[in-house]
Structure formats: structure tokens, C-alpha cells
């Protein structure tokens, strides 16, 4: 089955600590997405990849996440400095175009208390 | 910028209904449009896709149309199951790497 692995599944950070999560897209997937999905649900668009080159990424993102994609390692999503607010689930997915439905993860379930 | 609208926050229903949700989007560029259904504690995964215009597509008994003359790929099923309730998304693409997803749609279907 075509999958995204995301790890870890759960993941509990006290406010100002480093928070990291990864990602292994489906395999010859090359675009890779990162979505936060807040306590009403609602997706907010963070960064996404094309091999390992970022395409776009939100202010937020930028200032207080480091993201990657290297070449045969999984992607990473780190929030440098965690706040309360950051508690949400955040979702990773690739696809194989721009055109394509992403293909979704399980998720990363981020508290910060 | 591009945007999707789900009017509805939550839907409530008795197995055995027909069910609509609504999407409606904004975009200038040529969309490609998406459902997801996600389920408790689930990945949200495809439901159903399009960028055919006034063509059905169907999956699991759900079905809709992309009408691009009004912007809009409402989500249908003629009888829903207790096992459809979820939480249903609807997400949009315009060929630039980019999905900007709906607010979501709650169904919850009853006995």
C-alpha cells in the first residue's frame, strides 16, 4: 500500500524547547507538503519541497521553523523555539506532479504545554 | 489569492439519507479539485478528483461534479452509512505545488 510515514506519532514539548518531526514520502514521490491542522481542524499551508529544493513557504515557517528535505534521509519539520500555540497536529504528504492529490500521513501530534 | 468555501460546519443525518456538501472555490488559474474524507485519529485520504469540467466522478458511492461556469465540486451520496461519518475536506490545486484545502465538513450520521 502507498504510503507516508510520519514519526513520531505523538510528541510532548515544554514551551521554548525544540520540537522535530519527520517524514518518508511515498517512494518517487518528489513534491513533499507540510500542513498544520489546528484544534477546529482547519489546514494551514506551512512549506513544501521538489526534491529537496524548497517551493514556497509561509512567513511563519520561515521565521521559526527549520524544514528540510535531504537527498535518501526522510524530511524534517523542527519548531526552533515552541510555543502554545504550535500545539496542532501537522501533516506531511507528497505527490509524484504539481497536479497530483497529496498522499497524506498520519501526523504528528504536537503538545506544548 | 486562491480559496475554497464549505459553507457547512457540521451536517447531521439519519443512515439512509441522500447527503450534499457543499465547495465552491476561487482561483484564475485551471483547477484541479479534490475530496477528503478523514476519519478519528486517520490520515485524511482521496476521496474523489476532477479537473474535467461538468464531468461526474465517483468513488464508494460518493460522487460530484466539477461545474467550473460556477466555481463549485459539491460533495454527494444518495444514501449515507453510519461509517461516512467523518470529517470531509474539500482542497483545491492549481498546477503550482500548492493545495489550499476547505474549512471542513463534519457529517455525522445517526441510526
Known amino acids: 500500500n502507498s504510503k507516508v510515514i510520519q514519526t513520531p506519532r505523538y510528541l510532548v514539548k515544554g514551551q521554548g524547547q525544540k520540537a522535530k518531526m519527520r517524514c518518508i514520502p511515498e517512494?518517487?514521490?518528489?513534491?513533499v507538503f507540510w500542513y498544520q491542522q489546528n484544534k477546529n481542524n482547519e489546514f494551514k499551508f506551512l512549506i513544501n519541497?521538489?526534491?529537496?529544493?524548497?517551493?514556497?513557504q509561509i512567513d511563519m515557517t520561515e521565521k521559526r521553523f527549520s524544514a528540510e528535505c535531504p537527498s535518501n534521509s526522510p524530511c524534517s519539520l523542527e519548531i526552533q523555539s515552541s510555543e502554545a500555540g504550535d500545539s496542532a497536529l501537522y501533516l506531511c504528504?507528497?505527490?509524484?506532479?504539481?497536479?497530483?492529490?497529496?498522499?497524506f500521513g498520519e501526523g504528528t501530534r504536537l503538545s506544548v504545554l | 489569492g486562491d480559496s475554497v468555501t464549505q459553507t457547512e460546519g457540521l451536517v447531521t443525518l439519519t443512515k439512509g439519507l441522500p447527503v450534499m456538501l457543499n465547495c465552491t472555490y476561487q482561483?484564475?488559474?485551471?483547477?484541479?479539485l479534490f475530496w477528503y474524507v478523514q476519519h478519528l485519529n486517520e490520515a485524511p485520504k482521496l476521496l474523489l478528483k476532477s479537473s474535467t469540467d461538468n464531468k461526474r466522478t465517483e468513488h464508494q458511492g460518493f460522487y460530484a461534479t466539477l461545474h467550473k461556469s460556477s466555481s463549485s465540486f459539491h460533495l454527494q451520496k444518495s444514501s449515507v452509512q453510519l461509517s461516512d461519518s467523518a470529517l470531509y475536506f474539500c482542497a483545491l490545486g492549481t498546477g503550482g505545488y500548492k493545495v489550499v484545502f476547505g474549512s471542513g465538513t463534519r457529517l455525522l450520521v445517526s441510526p
Open positions: 519541497f521538489q526534491n529537496q529544493e524548497v517551493l514556497q
Open positions: 517512494k518517487g514521490h518528489p513534491v
Open positions: 482561483t484564475t488559474y485551471s483547477p484541479f
Open positions: 504528504a507528497s505527490s509524484l506532479t504539481g497536479n497530483q492529490a497529496p498522499l
